[in-house]
């Protein structure tokens, strides 16, 4: 049963191709049986990423454009009912303390079934859009790489107390633009301490961490999270979802192969998916709950038998997305 939780567009994301429905198109001729539409929640004017300040777009205009999104995504469930389960959601940027007030209004305004906590900044500055911020963020830190991950599992502690997302996004993503982003994290005593401390507070509420491929297609030698990660993660009763956080159909189960792999290795024996239910779960989002798939069966699908999609290395280090 091949899934993806976490997903972008180039209608609804300035740093992705493709529109929303091409997007499901895809992942229905990839034979995939479960798909999360999980496109950016708005964000405020001096958080605007530079491709967006060219396009004259403001605070204000991805606002509109979210609220398109989550139109066209209602539109595309119905649509595609019958050839794919599709679930509306959507992924947080917990940017600074404000962040919490544009995050509430938008999971008050609908029931999504999912969201995806994230951090993609430190001290405000993007830390995965290119190699320049990820220093200047660093400069902010104290000028070492040990000193910004530590600053970065900071803050994503600030986010899961926060909201518990029932997904959490790319986890290390931190190592992404560091001086070697295929080094173990946990080579550090204080940094290992604060991914252990994180990962006890995702597991106390339930939460899952996003086994993503995306780390492979930007050349690193492991996906999100590494695997001695992962391993720790296991040891303490953590649970995984998949996704390929696919920004452009040609992403769409990408490296999943790979992934499987990677999942045997580490030790990792069930995948988590999305599916419905008659009642509101607790984190109180539509009626939605996850259930768990053993990797043998998994492996055992279409999907992986096939001959794969050709995969290439989508971009450098130093480029999104």
Request: aromatic share 10%.
């Amino acid at each position: 049963m091949p899934f993806s939780h976490h997903s972008h567009s180039g209608q609804f994301c300035s740093h992705g191709k493709n529109t929303l429905e091409e997007i499901v198109q895809g992942a229905i001729k990839r034979k995939m049986q479960v798909l999360a539409l999980t496109e950016h929640m708005p964000r405020e004017q001096d958080d605007l990423y530079p491709e967006e300040i060219e396009a004259l777009q403001t605070q204000d205009t991805l606002v509109e454009l979210f609220d398109a999104y989550v139109t066209e995504a209602a539109r595309l469930q119905t649509k595609y009912a019958p050839e794919i389960e599709i679930f509306i959601g959507l992924e947080i940027d917990w940017i600074r303390p404000s962040s919490m007030r544009w995050i509430h209004s938008l999971l008050e305004m609908r029931r999504f079934d999912l969201f995806i906590g994230s951090i993609h900044h430190v001290h405000t500055i993007p830390i995965d859009y290119n190699r320049e911020m990820y220093v200047e963020a660093r400069g902010r830190s104290g000028g070492t790489d040990k000193q910004l991950f530590e600053d970065y599992f900071d803050l994503q502690l600030e986010m899961l107390r926060a909201l518990r997302p029932p997904v959490v996004g790319h986890f290390d993503l931190i190592r992404l633009k560091s001086d070697d982003p295929n080094a173990d994290c946990l080579r550090w005593d204080d940094v290992r301490q604060k991914i252990s401390r994180n990962l006890d507070f995702i597991i106390s509420y339930g939460g899952l961490l996003e086994l993503s491929s995306a780390a492979l297609r930007k050349g690193l030698s492991e996906p999100y999270p590494a695997k001695s990660i992962c391993q720790m993660y296991i040891t303490k009763g953590g649970q995984f979802t998949v996704s390929d956080d696919c920004h452009s159909v040609g992403q769409i189960g990408a490296n999943y192969s790979q992934l499987l792999e990677f999942a045997k290795e580490t030790g990792i024996e069930t995948w988590n998916y999305l599916k419905r239910n008659s009642f509101s779960n607790d984190v109180g989002y539509s009626n939605t709950q996850f259930s768990s798939i053993c990797i043998a069966e998994v492996e055992d699908h279409q999907f992986f038998k096939e001959e794969p999609l050709p995969v290439y290395l989508l971009q450098s280090l130093d480029a999104r997305p």
